[in-house]
């Protein structure tokens, strides 16, 4: 079957730097995809990779490596606001997309 | 550009009772998708149309689910009859070809008592 782990939840505080981590089973490979959903609303998207290696984007970075099955998602200087839940999705090989539950990110000031 | 609308944006109703929601997608996406979120999981695909027709419907339960995307704009998702576990965020998000990921609409709160 297809499956996408994430943590539940993490605790990190205000300035700090969290990675929160994703590992995927599918079949087949097209493209890894990292939402951030406030609570209440709807899913926004972060960051996108398809190739190895890490894709930067202000404080948020993106990490891939096919391989292993397995990408993270780095925040760096931590506001507030990033309170929220980050979710990891694959694209399998029918272009669907396979959804974790989500990593709920805690963030103490 | 105009995002994807949804509406009603919250929706109580009993349990047997009958519910539609609607979603307009972005102006020329062709891929749309209705997703069930409940609290604490990740969205659960229910169908993902491709302009009016069907891609996936492999996780909608066809008992008391229905989608239509008839012109291969706006669709509706309706529920008849509702059942408790049906309390959820129905999401719509839709795709297009020169995108990199899904645009989302606000979600439609439901609420079966």
């Known amino acids: 079957g297809q499956n996408i782990d994430q943590p539940t939840e993490m605790t990190a505080t205000e300035g700090a730097i969290v990675q929160i981590n994703c590992t995927y089973q599918?079949?087949?490979?097209?493209?890894l995809f990292w939402y951030q959903q406030h609570a209440g609303e709807a899913p926004t998207f972060l960051s996108y990779n398809v190739l190895d290696g890490l894709e930067e984007k202000g404080r948020f970075s993106s990490f891939l490596s096919r391989s292993k099955g397995y990408s993270y998602l780095l925040l760096k200087e931590l506001q507030m606001k990033d309170s929220a839940s980050y979710l990891c999705a694959v694209r399998d090989s029918n272009y669907q997309l396979i959804w974790g539950a989500g990593t709920k990110l805690i963030i103490k000031p | 550009e105009a995002g994807v609308a949804q509406s009603p944006r919250y929706k109580i109703i009993e349990k047997r009772q009958s519910v539609a929601f609607w979603c307009n997608p972005i102006?020329?996406?062709?891929?749309l998708y209705w997703y069930q979120q409940i609290l604490g999981q990740g969205p659960k695909l229910l169908i993902q149309f491709q302009n009016n027709g069907v891609v996936d419907d492999s996780q909608l339960p066809k008992d008391r689910f229905s989608a239509e995307r008839l012109k291969g704009v706006d669709s509706t998702l309706k529920i008849q009859p509702a059942k408790l576990e049906d309390s959820a965020v129905y999401l719509c998000?839709?795709?297009?070809?020169?995108?990199?990921?899904?645009?989302f609409g606000q979600g439609t709160r439901l609420t079966v008592v």
């Open positions: 102006s020329g996406h062709a891929t």
């Open positions: 998000a839709s795709w297009g070809e020169t995108n990199t990921e899904a645009f």
């Open positions: 599918t079949s087949g490979f097209n493209g």
